[in-house]
């Protein structure tokens, strides 16, 4: 009545073991199994299905008998092999690095953020990029998002606009970041993310260090808003200017360095 050919392949292109893979895709039919952890070798001895499931199947069970029947014909078994578990990538060996490229392979991170892990910027600074293209960082908008009580309202406190403090408003349209801009001759195009606005940006500049300059600006807005709440400080353009020179001086003694440095 049953076909014995499916179980050749049983073991085959699993990843984490036949268990798992069995359990998830066939629940049914894996629910009869006498032994849920037999090995290949032990399930070619077997003498008969009654030995290796318990029977009758139910008609669900046998569905998946037969689809699993299916899948299995197609993955190539070596008899003369011993089992052997081993990982999608055909290796026995575990890597976090073979596990990470597995599981992203198919995954499409947006162009920036190679641009900002390919800065020469500061860890921190480049953190705090990461921050403000995945829309984490800590505006009056997100804090009222995560249920804070933002008093007296959500709008930017870098202008007298009342806009709401949000990424897109904060770094690239409220008018102190715009007069700031201004003075790098930073335009930005309309109806773009903030990612796909700073990546037109690099395109049209066709300069070197264009991502670490729109990193170190951006710091530099983003620590007089600061201030400005928890400080009590003044923003202004010139403040702003002198801070920005200040870090591209500190963080470009440190690209020195790293040219000098021996790889
Ligand atoms: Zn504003």
């Known amino acids: 009545m049953y076909n014995w050919g499916w179980f050749n392949s049983l073991f085959s292109g699993v990843i984490f073991g036949p268990r798992k893979f069995l359990h998830l895709s066939f629940q049914f039919f894996f629910s009869f199994a006498r032994n849920k952890d037999i090995s290949v070798k032990q ?3 077997a003498i008969d299905l009654d030995s290796i499931f318990q029977l009758p199947l139910t008609l669900h069970a046998y569905d998946e008998m037969l689809n699993l029947q299916q899948y299995l014909n197609i993955i190539p078994y070596n008899p003369g092999l011993d089992d052997q578990w081993i990982f999608i990538w055909g290796n026995p060996s575990y890597t976090s690095s073979r596990y ?4 992203f392979q198919n995954f499409q991170a947006h162009g920036i953020f190679k641009k900002i892990w390919k800065s020469k910027c500061t860890p921190r600074l480049k953190f705090f990029a990461w921050l403000i293209f995945v829309d984490r960082l800590n505006t009056r908008n997100m804090l009222a998002r995560r249920h804070f009580n933002v008093q007296p309202n959500t709008f930017c406190v870098m202008c ?12 690239f349209y409220c008018p102190f970041a715009s007069a700031c801009w201004s003075k790098l001759g930073f335009h930005w195009s309309a109806h773009l993310d903030p990612g796909d606005k700073v990546l037109d940006l690099i395109s049209q500049q066709q300069m070197p260090f264009i991502m670490d300059i729109f990193i170190m600006a951006a710091w530099e807005i983003w620590k007089l808003h600061n201030a400005k709440i928890f400080d009590n400080g003044t923003p202004s353009i010139r403040l702003w200017l002198k801070n920005f020179k200040c870090l591209v001086k500190l963080q470009l003694m440190r690209v020195r360095e790293d040219l000098h440095t021996p790889s």
């Open 160 to 171: 007298t606009g009342m806009e709401e403090e949000d990424i897109t408003h904060l770094f």
């Open 43 to 45: 399930l070619l001895q």
């Open 100 to 103: 990470y490229r597995m599981v």
